[in-house]
Structure formats: structure tokens, C-alpha cells
């Protein structure tokens, strides 16, 4: 596989996602640092890609890959070594569904709750802020039940969905505790003793520091 770039911020759960994938599957790429908070940073990507969402993977031919699961999709098409989707059609099917899960139900809320809480005390809208939490523990109970299937989220082997999962998890233990739910808790300890993860978090760490002050 050629080399790719790709367009990403730190601070972004689903750029993550994509991170851990590229990490896992060791293969090259030149990293584009896309920071949101700059105006004429965001300006400048918008007119690579009009909609300024971030991740999004320029291939090798120029062609521009957005929204994270695709770009993992993309990648396991291309280089097929250490596959993130398995190629049986029901536990590729787990794979998508917990990962289009832990996206919606797990990063959405999470990412309201972080611009959420940097909004000053008495502007805080409780009532989201409650029923976000609410979705975050939903989400927990049914990892937790879904664990007890396998060791990862979706099958017997470490995936896209395992790759979304993380980030979000990362984020949410920040608002809405993972005590009392022991299968999620050590699969989230599990998780971010990945060489993939360890590198995606250190060097996350200080933008996230930044974005939240």
C-alpha cells in the first residue's frame, strides 16, 4: 500500500478511531493535524473538504475518503494483512453494528458532554446533559452484557468496533463512571494496554489537556 495522509485532530474521538486502526495495521501514512479551534486552520482544510469533519484520508491517487468507518473499511480493502473486519458475513455484521453503536451512542454523547461542560456553569443545558449520561450507561449495560460473549465488542479478535469503543470509552469514564459494569471495565484496561492505543492517548493527551482547560 502507498502512502496516504490523512486529515485529523487529536481531541476528535473518531479521529482516534482511525489512529488505532492505522497503528494496528502498521502501515505508513503523513499525519495532517487539523486544529478546530483555529479559524484559518479550519478555513484552509474546507476547501480540501467543504464539510470540515475530521478524520479524512487522502489516498495515494488523490481521492478523498471521509467518515471514519470508511476509511477502515478502505484500509482493510487495500491491505488485507491484520484485518479489522472479519471476513465471515454474521461477525462482519457484529463488527459495523457495535461499531455504528459505540459511534452514535457512545461518541455522539460524549462529544455534546465535552463542549457541553466548557460552557460556563450557568449556561449548562442539565437537562441534555442528564439524558446524555442516561445513554452512556444504556451503552455501558449492553457492553458489559455483549462482553460476555467475547473478549473484544464484536468477535474473538480485536476489530473496527474495538477501535471505536476505545476512544469514546476514553472520554465517557470522564463523566459517567465504568464502576460497577467488570466486564466493560477490564476490557477497557485491556484495550488501553494496546501498543496502538498507548500511542494514540500519549500523544493525545496534551491536546485534550488544552481543549478542556
Known sequence: MRLVELYFSYV??????????????????????????????VAEYKAIFPLGKVPLLVTDHRQLVPESSIIIEYLDEVEPSRPLIPKDYEQARSVRLWDRLSDQYLSAPVI???????????????????????????MYRMIDDQLARYPYLASAEFSMADC????????????????????????YESLML????????????????????
Open 194 to 213: 494496546r501498543a496502538s492505543a498507548m500511542r494514540v492517548m500519549d500523544d493525545a493527551a496534551p491536546y485534550i489537556t488544552a481543549f478542556l482547560d
Open 112 to 138: 455534546n458532554m465535552l463542549f457541553e461542560s466548557r460552557k460556563p456553569a450557568g449556561q449548562q443545558n442539565h437537562a441534555n446533559i442528564e439524558r446524555w449520561s442516561q445513554q452512556l450507561g444504556t
Open 12 to 41: 476528535s474521538p473518531y479521529s482516534q478511531k482511525v489512529l488505532i486502526a492505522l497503528y494496528e495495521k502498521k502501515l505508513p501514512f503523513v499525519g495532517k493535524l487539523v486544529n478546530l479551534a483555529d479559524k484559518a486552520d
Open 164 to 187: 471505536a469503543a476505545l476512544p469514546a470509552l476514553h472520554y465517557s469514564s470522564q463523566f459517567a463512571s465504568l464502576k460497577g459494569f467488570t466486564r466493560l471495565s477490564a476490557y
